[in-house]
């Protein structure tokens, strides 16, 4: 089987493959990218975000097609495809409108007589190295300020999602990308450390696991390379009280199962209060219950789409069966289907114990962990109990006292009363072992800027 192909998680069915790079390939792909970065650069930002503004049109004028391949590709519902289009659409957008203004010049005050002025100017060529559980919302969040900046992109792409990262390189290249400015690479690990090596690359951007992350990582620092990375969350929701116990317990379902659990910034962790919790969980189970597979194409009520692929749906049952055998207690779902096809069906997990293995991982899947809490601070301390600090959030109807637990959260962003404020405007990162950097909103377009001194003596 080809590495990189389009495999039907639903059935197992591969219905397209591509071939692997060449070094020779790899090689052509450097050189293309950073002549094309040479260009690129002097086009000046207007020209360039009125190209990635294209960009976002032409993602809305074909929606459906873009739609369709990722549902396929990775097992999405169609609607939640058509959703990623749109918000990848926006972000094009935003970018397009609002990048110049993020990235102009200005001075600063000098002790040395003459004018100090800041500019931010691109860097070169970028390799980002994404995930499949959203093909295109990843790539929107990286590459479009990146263009609108001045950088050329080199995009390798998860396995599965070939189809999709070769659209995106006919619609950057349709919108005014020059040719090599964005480019579908289909290559080795070893083939990206040689990239990530070249000089011609000024930095990486990664969203994936922490082992990639820390992979990733250490080869740019090895070559003095600037790196971004977002490597997933296990972020609390703490639920502190509420006048309306079944809503807020939908909520938090649909949430956590949205895109079959597998959502970096998900609420991974419910984390509720004693007098609430029973009647919350109770409708967790409910909601939990009778839930059937569906076609990704064709999804019905009450039905639920596939995982990635077989191997993420066997692993998220194994995390289940080894948490279980800790101690954890399954109440609902959690059901892995014969194979081929990648389902699992939604599950309910309660009681894994705080000094289990278990409690320590993050289960990218569609289960909704739930905890008991007595107090405020056996709340706080529980959601800050974990090694990586994507996001997190609390609710109450006591709105400062949501406010006073969500602000000593230890993590990149913080919510009071929503799950996860998402937008093209809205930063996006995390801190400890979440990685590092953020993408989207006024801050993004900065990370891979040259934030350069320009000093002009008196």
């Given at each position: 089987m080809s590495k990189y192909r389009v495999q039907n998680p639903a059935t197992g069915e591969v219905t397209e493959s591509f071939e692997s790079a060449t070094d020779a390939q790899v090689e052509e792909a450097l050189a293309a990218a950073d002549a094309a970065y040479r260009e690129w650069r002097e086009q000046g930002v207007q020209h360039r975000a009125g190209v990635v503004r294209r960009i976002g049109e032409l993602f809305t004028e074909r929606r459906d097609e873009l739609a369709r391949a990722i549902a396929t590709e990775m097992g999405k519902s169609i609607e939640a495809a058509l959703e990623e289009v749109d918000f990848a659409a926006s972000i094009f957008d935003y970018y397009g409108v609002y990048g110049p203004?993020?990235?102009?010049?200005?001075?600063?005050?000098?002790?040395?007589?003459?004018?100090?002025?800041?500019?931010?100017?691109?860097?070169?060529?970028?390799l980002?190295?994404?995930?499949?559980?959203?093909?295109?919302?990843?790539?929107?969040?990286?590459?479009?300020?990146?263009?609108?900046?001045?950088?050329?992109?080199l995009l390798k792409h998860a396995d599965i999602c070939a189809r999709s990262n070769l659209l995106m390189q006919e619609i950057m290249e349709q919108a005014g990308v020059p040719v090599g400015g964005y480019q579908a690479m289909f290559v080795s690990h070893d083939q990206i450390s040689t990239i990530i090596a070249d000089a011609r690359v000024q930095g990486v951007s990664l969203t994936g696991s922490e082992a990639a992350g820390a992979i990733i990582g250490a080869q740019a620092g090895a070559n003095l390379k600037?790196?971004?990375l977002e490597l997933g969350g296990?972020?609390?929701?703490?639920?502190?009280?509420?006048?309306?116990?079944?809503?807020?317990?939908?909520?938090?379902?649909?949430?956590?199962?949205?895109?079959?659990g597998q959502v970096c910034n998900s609420n991974k962790r419910l984390i509720v209060m004693d007098d609430i919790y029973d009647?919350?969980?109770?409708?967790?189970?409910?909601?939990?219950?009778?839930?059937?597979?569906?076609?990704?194409?064709?999804?019905?009520?009450?039905?639920?789409?596939?995982?990635?692929?077989?191997?993420?749906?066997?692993?998220?049952?194994?995390?289940?069966?080894?948490?279980?055998?800790?101690?954890?207690r399954l109440l609902a779902g959690g059901v892995l289907s014969d194979g081929p096809g990648a389902y699992y069906s939604p599950a309910v997990l309660v009681d894994v114990p705080r000094d289990s293995a278990s409690y320590r991982e993050e289960i990218f899947g569609p289960v909704a962990l739930v905890y008991r809490v007595h107090s405020d601070e056996e709340a706080l301390e529980l959601a800050n109990d974990c090694a990586l600090g994507l996001g997190g959030s609390v609710f109450s109807t006591d709105q400062a006292r949501a406010a006073r637990v969500a602000s000593r959260l230890e993590v990149g962003m913080a919510h009071v009363n929503i799950i996860a404020a998402e937008g093209a405007d809205i930063p996006f990162g995390g801190v400890k072992r979440s990685g590092f950097g953020r993408e989207m909103g006024p801050v993004g377009i900065g990370e891979f800027a040259n934030k350069r001194l320009y000093f002009i003596a008196e």
């Amino acid at each position: 089987m080809s590495k990189y192909r389009v495999q039907n998680p639903a059935t197992g069915e591969v219905t397209e493959s591509f071939e692997s790079a060449t070094d020779a390939q790899v090689e052509e792909a450097l050189a293309a990218a950073d002549a094309a970065y040479r260009e690129w650069r002097e086009q000046g930002v207007q020209h360039r975000a009125g190209v990635v503004r294209r960009i976002g049109e032409l993602f809305t004028e074909r929606r459906d097609e873009l739609a369709r391949a990722i549902a396929t590709e990775m097992g999405k519902s169609i609607e939640a495809a058509l959703e990623e289009v749109d918000f990848a659409a926006s972000i094009f957008d935003y970018y397009g409108v609002y990048g110049p203004g993020f990235i102009t010049d200005y001075e600063i005050p000098s002790s040395v007589p003459g004018r100090a002025v800041m500019e931010q100017l691109p860097l070169g060529v970028l390799l980002g190295v994404m995930p499949w559980n959203f093909p295109y919302y990843q790539v929107a969040r990286f590459a479009g300020p990146n263009l609108v900046l001045g950088n050329t992109i080199l995009l390798k792409h998860a396995d599965i999602c070939a189809r999709s990262n070769l659209l995106m390189q006919e619609i950057m290249e349709q919108a005014g990308v020059p040719v090599g400015g964005y480019q579908a690479m289909f290559v080795s690990h070893d083939q990206i450390s040689t990239i990530i090596a070249d000089a011609r690359v000024q930095g990486v951007s990664l969203t994936g696991s922490e082992a990639a992350g820390a992979i990733i990582g250490a080869q740019a620092g090895a070559n003095l390379k600037k790196c971004v990375l977002e490597l997933g969350g296990i972020d609390p929701m703490v639920v502190l009280d509420s006048d309306d116990v079944p809503g807020i317990a939908r909520a938090a379902w649909e949430n956590r199962i949205y895109n079959g659990g597998q959502v970096c910034n998900s609420n991974k962790r419910l984390i509720v209060m004693d007098d609430i919790y029973d009647e919350f969980v109770a409708e967790l189970v409910k909601l939990a219950e009778g839930l059937e597979p569906g076609d990704q194409l064709d999804l019905r009520d009450r039905q639920f789409t596939p995982l990635s692929t077989r191997a993420a749906a066997e692993t998220v049952d194994a995390q289940v069966k080894r948490a279980v055998s800790e101690g954890g207690r399954l109440l609902a779902g959690g059901v892995l289907s014969d194979g081929p096809g990648a389902y699992y069906s939604p599950a309910v997990l309660v009681d894994v114990p705080r000094d289990s293995a278990s409690y320590r991982e993050e289960i990218f899947g569609p289960v909704a962990l739930v905890y008991r809490v007595h107090s405020d601070e056996e709340a706080l301390e529980l959601a800050n109990d974990c090694a990586l600090g994507l996001g997190g959030s609390v609710f109450s109807t006591d709105q400062a006292r949501a406010a006073r637990v969500a602000s000593r959260l230890e993590v990149g962003m913080a919510h009071v009363n929503i799950i996860a404020a998402e937008g093209a405007d809205i930063p996006f990162g995390g801190v400890k072992r979440s990685g590092f950097g953020r993408e989207m909103g006024p801050v993004g377009i900065g990370e891979f800027a040259n934030k350069r001194l320009y000093f002009i003596a008196e």
